[in-house]
């Protein structure tokens, strides 16, 4: 079982900054990947950001690429999403999520087994 813990949420006007961190534990050496979702009103549940614990390679939604940052710290079982230049597109409740198998789909939040209880990200203009 692991546990997923978001913080960092909040407002912030546009262009502004802001960082997320994901703090998982638990049997947290099961996980292969962990992501970044999102999802706003009306709209379906999308990853922005995803990256392998192992290796650290990472994905980025077109959306977001130049602007997010998906990093992890291993030692501290963390993974933070850095979002500078951010948008009013960007208002969403941020989740974070963790799969335990390596997966071609991994875009699709339904290949991920655990899950944050999100923060909320809202962004004025």
């Given at each position: 079982?692991?546990?997923?813990?978001?913080?960092?949420?909040?407002?912030?006007?546009?262009?502004?900054?802001?960082?997320?961190?994901?703090?998982?534990?638990?049997?947290?050496?099961?996980?292969?990947?962990?992501?970044?979702?999102?999802?706003?009103?009306?709209?379906?549940?999308?990853?922005?950001?995803?990256?392998?614990?192992?290796?650290?390679?990472?994905?980025?939604?077109?959306s977001v690429k130049g602007r997010?940052?998906?990093?992890?710290?291993?030692?501290?079982?963390?993974?933070?999403?850095?979002?500078?230049?951010?948008?009013?597109?960007?208002?969403?409740?941020?989740?974070?999520a963790a799969r335990r198998f390596?997966?071609?789909?991994?875009?699709?939040?339904?290949?991920?087994?655990?899950?944050?209880?999100?923060?909320?990200?809202?962004?004025?203009?």
């Amino acid at each position: 079982q692991v546990q997923l813990v978001e913080s960092g949420g909040g407002l912030v006007q546009a262009g502004g900054s802001l960082r997320l961190s994901c703090a998982a534990s638990g049997r947290t050496d099961s996980m292969y990947a962990m992501g970044w979702f999102r999802q706003a009103p009306g709209k379906d549940r999308e990853l922005v950001a995803h990256i392998t614990l192992n290796g650290g390679s990472t994905y980025y939604a077109d959306s977001v690429k130049g602007r997010f940052t998906i990093s992890r710290d291993t030692a501290k079982n963390t993974v933070y999403l850095q979002m500078n230049s951010v948008k009013p597109e960007d208002t969403a409740v941020y989740y974070c999520a963790a799969r335990r198998f390596d997966t071609y789909y991994y875009t699709s939040s339904q290949y991920y087994d655990y899950w944050g209880q999100g923060t909320q990200v809202t962004v004025s203009s």
